[in-house]
C-alpha cells in the first residue's frame, strides 16, 4: 500500500514540470501559425483597401490574407515558387529550413509528452536554433524586415514557447532524478 501512494506521489510531483515543458512545446506549435510577418503601415492600408485581389494567384492568397504571413504561409510560397522554377535553389533551402523547424518542435512536444526531459531540451534547443536561422537568413536577404514588411508577433512567441519548454524540462529532470535517488534510498534502508 505504501509503494502505491509513492507512486502517486512521484506522478503527482511530475504533472507540473511536465505540463510546463508541455505548454512550451505547443506554444512553439503554434509559433508556425501566427504571423511571422506583418506588413507595415502604407502597406498594410493598400492590402486592407484591396482585400478581395489577389495577392498571389498560385497559391490562392488575397491581399487581405497577406497582411500577416505565417512560416506555414512562406513554406506554402517557397514550395510553389520552387514548383515554377522561380529562384529554385533558395525556394528549395527556405522550404527545407522551415520543414525542419516545423519537425523539430514535433519532435520536442513529442518528447515533452513522452516525459523525456534530455531530449526535450536538446530537440527545443535545435528548434530555437533553427527558428534563429530562418530569421537570419529572411534578414540577410532583406525579406523581414523590408520596406512593406516587419517582424510578426511569431518571434517572440518562438522565444517564450522555446524558454517555457526548456525550463519545463530542466525541472521535469531534476524532479526525476530526486525521485530516483529517493527510491534507492528507500530501497538501501528496506535492506538494511
Known sequence: MEEKNNTKDQKKRLMIPFVIALAGSLVLIITLFLPFASA????????????DDMFSEEIEMTNKEAINLSLFEYGRIYAKTAEMGIQKAMSITCLVAISIFAVLVILTTLFSLL??????????????GAFRLIMWD???????????????????F?????????????????????IKKERKLIQNSAAE
Open 40 to 51: 507595415k503601415d502604407d502597406y498594410k492600408e493598400y492590402l486592407r483597401k484591396y482585400s
Open 115 to 128: 516525459k523525456k526531459p534530455i531530449v526535450t531540451i536538446i530537440f527545443d534547443l535545435f528548434s530555437f
Open 138 to 156: 529572411f534578414n540577410d536577404r532583406g525579406v523581414i524586415p523590408s520596406r512593406n514588411y516587419g517582424w510578426g508577433i511569431a518571434r517572440y
Open 158 to 178: 518562438c522565444y517564450i514557447g522555446a524558454a517555457v519548454a526548456l525550463v519545463g524540462a530542466i525541472y521535469l529532470l531534476v524532479t526525476k532524478l530526486k
